[in-house]
């Protein structure tokens, strides 16, 4: 097999992978393509991050120095598990040039499952856990895994999907030295951490457009009961189903526990999905697919996943009629919904 009909052969296996809902699938590759417009060409963030094993790593003392390459991605992604080879070699190569970091997403993982993770695949590389999603948000993370290549001028050169060629020519390019004329970047501004509201806060006084072209006012005057939001993935009861059957069941559980309380006329009821891996048509064939009839908005950003500090789903958070928060129900109580609304 040639090399150019191997990488197209694993484009399309990595494609078919990726987590999906029934319908044309948009490729990972165009996913974080569209999630870069915004950022190649401008200075990356400056920002230090900590490994799972505590050591910190100052992204900005690296800026001018030398180039620098993050890999987003998951324990449980098919395509990043595919990719590893090619990330662990990239980072056995790096030289004095090249600074290689792996990021685990944070959703719906945990540095236990990263630390078995590193003992099978024997990775090396430092690992960091985004636990609060505030790098995911710095580098408009879409897909896993997301590729980012900073230059040693310290800006954003690539952002991609597959191990490919493009790949490998961006991290060339970006290992170039600095040309002695050119102005150094020395990083962008640093990322802004997210307001939290957790039990006992009122809700943030936003209204988010829902899958409709609506609004829903987190905030509203003379409710007759309580207002819940469940916080969910269109691709999780499916995709990981084989490699979370946990975290897929207990998905597929809040949905049908949000779908018998949306009946009562009482309680408002809002999904919120993330938008990892997840666009609006993606977001409309969950809700076909499962008949749902409460409504969804999109959190493309993770804005609201970041504020009320979700990185597992299904999380459900509840607020009674005055929009204060009563109640915050983790992935394997999805079940006690019905039971925890009647004591509001």
């Not at 987590?19 to 950022?39: D, I, Y």
């Not at 597959?162 to 060339?172: K, S």
């Not at 006084?205 to 916080?231: I, K, N, S, Y």
């Not at 499916?238 to 526990?257: D, E, M, S």
Request: contains cysteine; neutral net charge.
């Amino acid at each position: 097999m040639t090399t150019g009909s191997f990488l197209r052969g694993a484009a399309v296996f990595l494609v078919l992978c990726a987590p999906v809902v029934a319908r044309a699938e948009t490729s990972g590759q165009q996913r974080a393509e569209t999630a870069g417009r915004g950022l190649v060409g401008t200075p990356a963030p400056r920002l230090v991050v900590k490994t799972i094993d505590g050591d910190s790593i100052d992204l900005g003392s690296l800026y001018g120095k030398k180039a620098v390459y993050l890999k987003f991605w998951a324990t449980w992604c098919v395509p990043c598990r595919e990719q590893m080879p090619h990330f662990e070699h990239a980072y056995e190569t790096a030289g004095a040039d090249l600074a290689v970091i792996a990021i685990d997403a944070g959703f719906n993982d945990s540095v236990e499952e990263i630390r078995r993770y590193q003992e099978r695949l024997k990775i090396t590389m430092p690992v960091v856990f985004d636990e609060d999603g505030r790098l995911g948000a710095a580098f408009n993370l879409r897909v896993t895994p997301q590729h980012i290549v900073i230059g040693r001028d310290g800006r954003i050169q690539y952002v991609g999907h597959l191990a490919d060629q493009r790949l490998d020519a961006a991290l060339a390019a970006a290992r170039a030295p600095v040309a002695g004329s050119a102005t150094t970047t020395v990083g962008g501004a640093a990322a802004v951490a997210a307001l939290h509201f957790g039990v006992g806060d009122h809700l943030p006084d936003v209204a988010p457009t829902t899958l409709d072209g609506g609004t829903f006012p987190f905030r509203a005057q003379g409710l007759p009961g309580p207002t819940v939001f469940v916080f969910l993935s269109p691709w999780c009861e499916t995709y990981l189903a084989t490699t979370r059957p946990i975290v897929a069941a207990n998905c597929r559980v809040a949905r049908q526990q949000a779908a018998m309380i949306s009946r009562d006329g009482r309680v408002r009821l809002l999904g919120v999905a993330s938008g990892l891996w997840a666009t609006p048509e993606d977001l409309q064939a969950y809700r076909s697919t499962y008949k749902i009839g409460f409504p969804l908005t999109l959190d493309e950003s993770a804005i609201l996943f970041r504020e009320f500090a979700v990185s597992n789903t299904p999380t459900i958070i509840i607020a009674d009629a005055t929009g204060t928060i009563r109640r915050r129900i983790e992935p394997a109580d999805a079940h006690a919904l019905r039971q925890l609304l009647g004591a509001l």
